[in-house]
């Protein structure tokens, strides 16, 4: 066992001291560094490769590497054989003879070994170091010292002072090894720096002489494209030059060429010359005679030129003679058309104001099962009818003498049977058209019970693109508008037509050209001093053909509310207004004419019970029948000439107020229905009718447009 004091567990944990112990000859290894030495060699090999290219500096660097590891070899040299010294003292004095005790050597060999072992398991990378030291001739002699000396007792305190001295004086050689390597690389360091600056100056100088090459270049390429534009210049210039003299000889060959060409036909010439003096000269007889005869047919060509200017004069006066009857003519035509406007406005005021006329519809799908005609209806001739009511005798009694047949006579301006067509009825209100066209209001309404085909009237069948004898009263009024228009194009006649469509529905007024509901439409004046009425909020679409006026109905007739009743399958819950606004300008009288067409589909009357109507149909039902209430009352006060006429009781008579009220043409359909069932509906209808056609509202007035 050793005698000297162990070092303490603390210091002997598992942190590993990374110094090297005293009288070790290893070196620290810094984490990242390299040897020299290998350094060198790795310098050397990137040198060495073949196709490297050599530069001054890379010469002078390679120069330097090797005067290192030149002097890193003594210095290691010297390093060994310091350290093999280990008995020998600092001061250079002899070593002290001391006697070789057994157990010291142990002590010392084991000391040497543990401490080898621990500078191998801290620094792996060490090793190789202290392994190379000791190959050595002073390696081995260390160690042979080492052996042979025994860790010194503890007792032994001059002994291991010597030890103590001798590995001070190892220190210090170390010490002193380190900074002559030090010393060793500063200087080689400087030397690095001189040849850095070195090789610095020789690349500005060498960047220097490559940019006044270049620039010398560039001076050379610049003198040369200089040069060769010149060169160019000068080509082009000569090509030019032998261009135009070349154009200069042909030129003048040309010309030498016509001169000779010119030449011979001049000398041509002057034989022909010859030749014609000598034939003018032979007949110079012949034209003097011809010239007496010619002296002689001009003045008869003088005196026919004479009597055809004599023949143009009649011919322009009697031009614009013609022309001026002509103008008379026009004249005249445009006074008969006034005229005949005026005469057709009397004839209508004539028939009456206000017009009715009755139209029944024929038996439709299973209406037709067991009747082969209609019975309780007969129409004499075209303005009269008959209605007549039977009863069974079962259900005759002897107290019931209002239950007896009965019989009543009704007369109209016209009366339609079932077989009467849609183009028999529109013949009869196409003059009422032609009264809007020469500036009046004309108003046409249809009025009856629910089911008896008043929109049929009106506006026809669902199917009237495809069938024109289907088409109602609405698009046949276009197309006779149109038609007359380029009739009238010819007297100078211009107009525009306006067209909107609405209903009333519950005492509100409906655009039924927008689906939008949330504009609210009001009735008010146009003016203050004047009488027409117009709709706020309300579509007005220009109207420039009839595929327009179809394309109208159909927005209409989806928009227009209605609904299935007991009474009526499609039965309309709404008074319809499709209103027309015609403006005419005659651009060679200045004459202008305003007229408005209204034609207006009213909702059917209806018995409640009849019916069925319930919730919102009750409501809509309740609305018509009262809006109808006030038609007949405006009818009665009218006819009764009553000062007051309650127009604002409802919005259709507000709205129809022009209409009714003296200012307007206006004409009314009473439909009935051929269902004997609704005979109660049917005499209501024709009494109703009855009073309108009895009532007298006025003569209307042409209007101007404005």
Request: aromatic share 4%; net charge neutral; proline share 3%.
């Amino acid at each position: 066992m050793s005698m000297l004091p162990a070092p303490s567990s603390g210091a002997r944990g598992s942190h590993v001291s990374r110094l090297a112990p005293p009288g070790s000859l290893t070196k620290r290894i810094r984490e990242g560094s390299v040897d020299l030495e290998s350094g060198l060699d790795a310098k050397k090999s990137r040198m060495e490769e073949p196709g490297a290219p050599v530069t001054n500096l890379a010469k002078s660097m390679s120069k330097s590497m090797m005067n290192i590891a030149d002097k890193a070899k003594p210095a290691a040299g010297r390093v060994g054989t310091t350290s093999g010294r280990v008995g020998i003292p600092a001061g250079g004095s002899k070593p002290k003879v001391s006697v070789t005790r057994p157990g010291a050597d142990r002590r010392q060999t084991t000391t040497a070994l543990n401490d080898r072992t621990n500078s191998s398991k801290s620094r792996p990378g060490l090793a190789r170091e202290k392994s190379s030291s000791v190959r050595g001739p002073a390696g081995a002699e260390k160690l042979a010292g080492k052996a042979a000396s025994s860790k010194r007792p503890a007792w032994d305190l001059k002994g291991r002072l010597e030890d103590m001295e001798r590995m001070f004086d190892h220190t210090n050689r170390r010490v002193e090894d380190l900074e002559t390597e030090k010393q060793t690389l500063q200087t080689d360091v400087e030397v690095k720096k001189e040849v850095v600056v070195q090789s610095s100056e020789e690349i500005r100088t060498l960047r220097s002489n490559i940019e006044r090459s270049e620039q010398e270049l560039e001076n050379l390429r610049r003198s040369l494209r200089e040069k060769e534009e010149q060169f160019n210049e000068e080509t082009v210039r000569l090509k030019r030059q032998l261009e135009d003299e070349q154009y200069t000889k042909s030129s003048l060959e040309r010309r030498l060429k016509g001169l000779e060409d010119e030449l011979s036909s001049k000398q041509t010439e002057v034989a022909g010359l010859k030749n014609s003096v000598a034939e003018l000269s032979s007949s110079r007889a012949g034209v003097e005679a011809s010239l007496s005869g010619a002296k002689t047919e001009l003045e008869a060509a003088r005196s026919q030129i004479l009597a055809l200017q004599t023949e143009s004069e009649r011919k322009s006066d009697e031009i614009v003679t013609s022309l001026a009857a002509q103008e008379e003519m026009l004249a005249k035509l445009r006074w008969e058309e006034s005229e005949r406007r005026k005469l057709h406005n009397l004839v209508q005021e004539l028939k009456g104001n206000i017009r009715v006329f009755c139209r029944m519809r024929p038996l439709l799908g299973e209406e037709k099962d067991g009747l082969d005609e209609i019975r309780h209806v007969n129409i004499q001739w075209e303005k009269t009818l008959e209605l007549i009511k039977t009863v069974d005798s079962a259900n005759e009694s002897i107290a019931g003498g209002l239950n007896k047949n009965m019989k009543y006579d009704f007369e109209f301006d016209r009366v339609f049977g079932p077989t009467s067509s849609q183009a028999d009825v529109f013949a009869e209100i196409s003059q009422l058209v032609q009264s809007a066209l020469d500036g009046y209001n004309v108003c046409v309404f249809a009025y009856g019970q629910t089911g008896s085909g008043k929109t049929f009237t009106m506006e026809g069948g669902p199917a009237i693109e495809d069938d024109e004898s289907e088409c109602g009263m609405i698009p046949r009024t276009i197309r006779q508008i149109f038609e007359v228009q380029e009739k009238l194009k010819e007297k100078s006649w211009e107009y525009k037509l306006q067209a909107s469509f609405l209903e009333i529905y519950n005492e509100e007024i409906r655009d039924l050209l927008t689906s939008d509901t949330t504009q609210k439409c009001e009735i008010k004046m146009s003016d203050s001093k004047g009488t027409d009425l117009h709709v706020t909020n309300l579509k007005t679409e220009e109207v420039t053909s009839e595929g327009q006026i179809a394309s109208m109905i159909r927005r209409a007739r989806k928009n227009r509310a209605q609904a299935k009743t007991l009474c009526n399958e499609r039965s309309s819950r709404s008074h319809s207004v499709f209103m027309l606004r015609i403006e005419g300008h005659n651009t060679a009288t200045t004459e202008t004419c305003c007229g408005t067409l209204n034609l207006v589909d009213l909702a059917g009357s209806e018995r409640i019970k009849d019916s069925g109507s319930e919730g919102m149909r009750l409501t809509e039902a309740q609305a018509i029948n009262k809006s109808l209430s006030n038609l007949g009352n405006v009818i009665m006060a009218l006819a009764q000439k009553n000062s007051h006429v309650p127009y604002r009781n409802s919005k259709l008579t507000h709205l129809l107020q022009n209409c009714l009220g003296g200012n307007s043409k206006t004409l009314m359909f009473v439909n009935i229905s051929p269902k004997e069932e609704c005979f109660s509906e049917t005499l209501n209808s024709l009494r109703f009718a009855t009073k309108v056609n009895q009532c007298n509202i006025g003569t209307a007035c042409k209007k101007a447009a404005k």
